[in-house]
C-alpha cells in the first residue's frame, strides 16, 4: 500500500506486453495461425516486419497515446525481433479490466501492420489470426503472438487471483536467473495478491507483511545469511538448525517446558514473527538443496521435511501453519508420482496442487527454477516463450530487491 516500487512494479504487471514480431511474420508466411497443427493451406503475406520494427512500433505507438508524452513506450528488442510495450495508466485507468495492456496492444499491432503494408480487406483477417491467435474461438490468445504476464480472467480460480496466476518459469527469466529477485518478485506479487482477495487484512495483515519482508525481501539479511551459512556442507537438516538458532537468537522464540528426555518445548509471543522466520528459513532450505543439485525437482521434498523438522525441533507450527508442508505432499504426488507432467517452472499460486499455501510456497518455486541448470525437459525457456525474456528488459521486475529497497529508504519517516 505504501511502498512506490511495489506499487510500480504491480502497475507494470498490467501494462508491460511482448509482442514477438518474428512470430508474427512467421505466421503471415506460412499461414500457420490459431496454434499447433492450425495451419491455413494457400494463405499467406510476406511482410517484412522484423526489418520494418522501428517504423511498426512508432505505430504501435501512436496508436496507443492517450495524450502526448504520457508514459507510453514501445521499444524494439533482439534486433526488431521483440518489441516491449507498455501501454499507457490513463488507457488501464479508463476501464475496469486488466486484459486492456493486451487487448489494446494486439489491436494497435494490427492497425499498424495493415497500415504499413496497405494490406488489403481480403488479407486483413489473416493479419488479425497472426497477432490474435485463435481468440475469440478460444478464452485465451492460442498461437498468438502478444502475450501479456496474466491470464485472462477466466482461467483465474477466484477472486483476487490474477497475480498469483504467473508461472514460475516467468519469473525465473525476468530475473534472469537470479534465486534471490526470483523470490522476491514472486513473493511481491504473491503478497499483493493476498490483499486482492482479502486475506491480508485486519488480524492477518502482519503475517503476510512480515512474510514478504523477511522470505521475500531479506530483511536483515537473514535468507541470506542462512543460505551461506549452509553453502558448503549444509544440508537440510543443517538449514532448520540455523533458522532455529537464529529465531532463538533473536528473541523470537524461547523455551516453554523441558520434558524428562531432554526436549525442549519453544513457545513464541509474535506468531506471525515466527512464521516470517520459518517462511525464511524454507527459502534459504530450498536454495540449499535445489543449489547443489542445480535442479528445481526438490522443491516438494524441501516443502515437506523443512517443516516436518522444524515442528519436531520447536513444537511450533510450521511455515503458513502446515499449508505449506501439505501443498508439498500434492505437489509430490502430481510431479513424481501418478502424473509426472508438472515439473516446476509451471507451477504458479494459481495452480491446483500449489493454490493453498497463501503466498509463502511459490517464492521457494520460483527460486529453485532459477537455480535449475536445464534438467527438465520442459525448461522455463520453452514455458515462458519470449514472455520473460522481453520483460526482463523492465528494471524494476527484473531487480525487484534494489527497487524496493531504494523505495523503502525514501519513504522511511514518511510512513
Given at each position: 500500500?505504501?511502498?512506490?516500487?511495489?506499487?510500480?512494479?504491480?502497475?507494470?504487471?498490467?501494462?508491460?506486453?511482448?509482442?514477438?514480431?518474428?512470430?508474427?511474420?512467421?505466421?503471415?508466411?506460412?499461414?500457420?495461425?490459431?496454434?499447433?497443427?492450425?495451419?491455413?493451406?494457400?494463405?499467406?503475406?510476406?511482410?517484412?516486419?522484423?526489418?520494418?520494427?522501428?517504423?511498426?512500433?512508432?505505430?504501435?505507438?501512436?496508436?496507443?497515446?492517450?495524450?502526448?508524452?504520457?508514459?507510453?513506450?514501445?521499444?524494439?528488442?533482439?534486433?526488431?525481433?521483440?518489441?516491449?510495450?507498455?501501454?499507457?495508466?490513463?488507457?488501464?485507468?479508463?476501464?475496469?479490466?486488466?486484459?486492456?495492456?493486451?487487448?489494446?496492444?494486439?489491436?494497435?499491432?494490427?492497425?499498424?501492420?495493415?497500415?504499413?503494408?496497405?494490406?488489403?480487406?481480403?488479407?486483413?483477417?489473416?493479419?488479425?489470426?497472426?497477432?490474435?491467435?485463435?481468440?475469440?474461438?478460444?478464452?485465451?490468445?492460442?498461437?498468438?503472438?502478444?502475450?501479456?504476464l496474466l491470464s485472462v480472467p477466466q482461467q483465474n480460480e477466484g477472486m483476487g487471483y490474477a497475480l498469483r496466476n504467473v508461472p514460475c518459469a516467468h519469473i525465473a527469466l525476468i530475473t534472469k536467473k537470479n534465486a534471490m529477485?526470483?523470490?522476491?518478485?514472486?513473493?511481491?506479487?504473491?503478497?499483493?495478491?493476498?490483499?486482492?482477495?482479502?486475506?491480508?487484512?485486519?488480524?492477518?495483515?502482519?503475517?503476510?507483511?512480515m512474510g514478504l519482508a523477511y522470505q521475500g525481501l531479506n530483511v536483515n539479511n537473514l535468507v541470506y545469511d542462512i543460505v551461506k551459512e549452509n553453502a558448503k556442507k549444509g544440508t537440510l537438516g543443517d538449514v532448520v538448525v540455523s533458522t532455529v538458532k537464529r529465531a532463538i537468537a533473536d528473541g523470537i522464540i524461547k523455551p516453554l517446558a523441558k520434558a524428562p528426555s531432554g526436549y525442549v518445548n519453544y513457545t513464541t509471543d509474535d506468531l506471525s514473527k515466527w512464521n516470517a522466520y520459518a517462511s525464511a528459513g524454507l527459502l534459504a532450505g530450498t536454495m540449499v538443496t535445489c543449489g547443489a543439485a542445480r535442479s528445481m525437482q526438490h522443491t516438494p521434498s524441501v516443502f515437506i521435511y523443512f517443516n516436518d523438522l522444524v515442528e519436531r525441533e520447536t513444537s511450533l507450527p510450521g511455515v503458513d501453519f502446515g499449508r505449506v508442508e501439505g501443498t508439498g505432499v500434492e505437489m509430490a504426488f502430481f510431479s513424481h508420482s501418478i502424473y509426472g507432467g508438472g515439473n516446476p517452472a509451471v507451477f504458479a499460486g494459481n495452480h491446483i496442487v500449489t493454490r493453498h499455501s497463501k503466498g509463502f510456497t511459490i517464492p521457494c518455486v520460483a527460486a529453485a527454477v532459477a537455480l535449475d541448470a536445464g534438467t527438465t525437459i520442459y525448461t522455463p525457456e520453452k514455458i515462458s516463450g519470449t514472455t520473460g525474456e522481453v520483460l526482463s528488459e523492465v528494471p524494476e521486475l527484473r531487480e525487484p530487491l534494489k527497487y524496493v529497497n531504494e523505495a523503502a529508504v525514501a519513504i522511511k519517516g514518511g510512513v
Open positions: 500500500m505504501q511502498n512506490p516500487a511495489i506499487q510500480k512494479m504491480v502497475s507494470y504487471v498490467k501494462q508491460c506486453v511482448s509482442v514477438n514480431l518474428e512470430g508474427v511474420e512467421k505466421a503471415l508466411a506460412t499461414g500457420a495461425v490459431g496454434g499447433k497443427g492450425c495451419v491455413i493451406n494457400g494463405r499467406s503475406l510476406k511482410v517484412d516486419l522484423v526489418k520494418s520494427a522501428a517504423s511498426i512500433a512508432d505505430e504501435v505507438k501512436k496508436n496507443l497515446q492517450v495524450s502526448a508524452n504520457d508514459d507510453t513506450e514501445v521499444k524494439v528488442l533482439k534486433g526488431g525481433k521483440h518489441l516491449l510495450v507498455k501501454v499507457p495508466a490513463k488507457r488501464l485507468n479508463a476501464g475496469v479490466e486488466y486484459t486492456t495492456g493486451a487487448t489494446s496492444t494486439a489491436a494497435a499491432l494490427c492497425c499498424a501492420i495493415v497500415d504499413q503494408f496497405k494490406v488489403n480487406i481480403w488479407d486483413a483477417d489473416l493479419v488479425h489470426a497472426s497477432v490474435w491467435g485463435r481468440y475469440p474461438q478460444t478464452m485465451e490468445m492460442l498461437g498468438g503472438n502478444v502475450a501479456s529477485n526470483a523470490a522476491a518478485l514472486s513473493s511481491i506479487l504473491e503478497q499483493a495478491a493476498m490483499f486482492e482477495m482479502g486475506d491480508a487484512i485486519g488480524d492477518f495483515e502482519r503475517l503476510h507483511l
